[in-house]
Antibody, heavy 125, light 107 residues
């Protein structure tokens, strides 16, 4: 059974870059799409980005100018970078897995069927 | 962007009651909807995908229906362990978006 585990600093200073990694165990990272999702009290669940090991990542337009997602197949992990953070970026950050559906050469992620435990990131000086 | 409007935002019902939560998409999204249950302090858990397919391991008292713009999650007989917040989510197109959540409590 696949397991996802987030890691990274729990405290980030305003204007700096938030960096998180998600380690995937119990399954290959090449078989699914992988997302970052966050949850803060004021904004509920917010999808940030997804990536497949090949192809272009997709980003939430509301964060696209500040976010980057990448995958390292050799380590079976994927990562998130969010720059120029403010207090509004304080949230629990989850990594999650999605099966994919393909039609011709176009593939899209489906529902989130496995989630990490989440990691709280606080933006504060 | 396609918005997902979920209602009600909260509800209180008695054990054994039938509970219905709705989600409306601002545009048609076929059946590309999932429902999640999040218990207090816990990780969201997938209940339903493709609008009506029960995730393996989810209790059979949960069911989903709908297509196009209107979707429903039903709990046929509310149990104490169903106290949670429920979210719909659409995956028809980017951005992948969640509804605002429905908090379910026991009366």
């Amino acid at each position: 059974q696949v397991q996802l585990q987030e890691s990274g600093p729990g405290l980030v200073k305003p204007s700096e870059t938030l960096s998180l990694s998600c380690n995937v165990s119990g399954g290959s990272i090449t078989s699914y799409s992988w997302s970052w999702i966050r949850q803060s009290p004021g904004r509920g669940l917010e999808w940030i980005a997804y990536i497949y090991y090949s192809g272009s990542p997709k980003y939430n337009p509301s964060l696209k100018s500040r976010v980057s997602i990448s995958v390292d197949t050799s380590k079976n992990q994927f990562s998130l970078k969010l720059n120029s953070v403010t207090a509004a970026d304080t949230a629990v950050y989850y990594c999650a897995r999605s099966p994919r559906w393909c039609s011709g050469s176009s593939c899209n992620p489906l529902h989130f069927d496995s989630w990490g435990q989440g990691t709280l990131v606080t933006v504060s000086s | 962007d396609i918005q997902m409007t979920q209602s009600p935002s909260s509800l209180s019902a008695s054990v054994g009651d039938r509970v219905t939560i709705t989600c409306r998409a601002s545009q048609g999204i076929s059946n590309d909807v999932a429902w999640y249950q999040q218990k207090p302090g816990k990780v969201p858990k997938l209940l339903i995908y493709a609008a009506s397919t029960l995730q393996s391991g989810a209790p059979s008292r949960f069911s989903g229906s709908g297509s196009g713009t209107d979707f429903t999650l039903t709990i046929s007989s509310l149990q104490p362990e169903d106290v949670a917040t429920y979210y719909c989510q659409k995956y028809y197109s980017v951005p992948l978006t969640f509804g605002g959540g429905t908090k379910v409590e026991i009366k």
